[in-house]
């Protein structure tokens, strides 16, 4: 069965913390996986990697990809407030345009 | 920007209903996704559609069906609302892959907060 593993489910850190984020895989025939972060509302798009140890980077967050070891990282530096969130992984199986998703990892960032 | 508009935030109905959930997306996409998303067991896929009247079943289609009679809007209905699909619900769309060319992101609606009593 497919199935797509983040850990930890749920975290708590200080403002000013570094925290990574895992996101294990096993699917069939991967094609790419996909980050998203989701406040009270929508989950909002956030990197899709496609090819192993190419960093992906926006200001504070950057996500690679261990296509051999099956797992994805998002690294959140200097964390505020505004990350508390709920971070979705997801991945792509080739010839699908579904998406297979993780449970969620909450993270809380604390003043 | 990519809007995907559900369109109730909040709905309380009641057991045995029929309910509508309506979603409606701007960017002339053909994927069309419905997801239900609890605690603990995040989202979980309900039906998605390809083209305007085609439809495929997900992961946890009973007690569901869906309504694509264009290609910008996707019903979710519940035929007889039970308490246990008090949920949250989220539609999402993409376009479609062409070719060798990769996915697409999914883009999401805020959700409908369902509570069946």
């Known amino acids: 069965e497919d199935k797509v593993v983040q850990s930890p489910l749920s975290l708590v850190v200080h403002e000013g913390d570094t925290v990574t984020l895992n996101c294990s895989y096993e699917?069939?025939?991967?094609?790419?996986l996909l980050w998203y972060k989701q406040e009270k509302k929508a989950p909002t798009f956030l990197f899709m990697l496609?090819?192993?140890?190419i960093e992906k980077k926006s200001g504070r967050l950057s996500s690679i990809l261990d296509k051999k070891e099956l797992f994805s990282i998002l690294n959140i530096t200097a964390t505020q407030t505004g990350d508390s969130a709920v971070y979705l992984c997801?991945?792509?199986?080739?010839?699908?345009?579904?998406?297979?998703f993780g449970k969620g990892m909450k993270l809380t960032v604390n003043p | 920007d990519v809007k995907v508009t559900q369109s109730s935030r909040y709905l309380v109905k009641r057991t045995g209903e029929k309910v509508f959930l309506e979603c409606v997306q701007d960017?002339?996409?053909?994927?069309m996704f419905w997801y239900r998303q609890d605690p603990g067991l995040g989202l979980r896929l309900i039906y998605f559609?390809?083209?305007?009247?085609?439809?495929e079943k997900g992961d946890i289609p009973e007690g569901y069906s869906v309504s694509r009679e264009k290609k910008e809007r996707f019903s979710l209905i519940l035929e007889s609302a039970s308490t246990n699909q008090t949920s949250m619900y989220l539609c999402?769309?993409?376009?479609?892959?062409?070719?060798?060319?990769?996915?697409?992101?999914?883009?999401f609606g805020d959700g409908t907060r369902l509570s069946i009593l």
């Open positions: 559609s390809y083209d305007v009247k085609m439809k």
């Open positions: 997801a991945v792509f199986q080739g010839g699908s345009e579904k998406l297979v």
């Open positions: 999402a769309s993409s376009p479609r892959r062409q070719g060798l060319g990769g996915n697409q992101p999914q883009h």
């Open positions: 699917v069939t025939n991967f094609r790419s």
């Open positions: 496609t090819s192993s140890g």
């Open positions: 960017m002339d996409h053909e994927n």
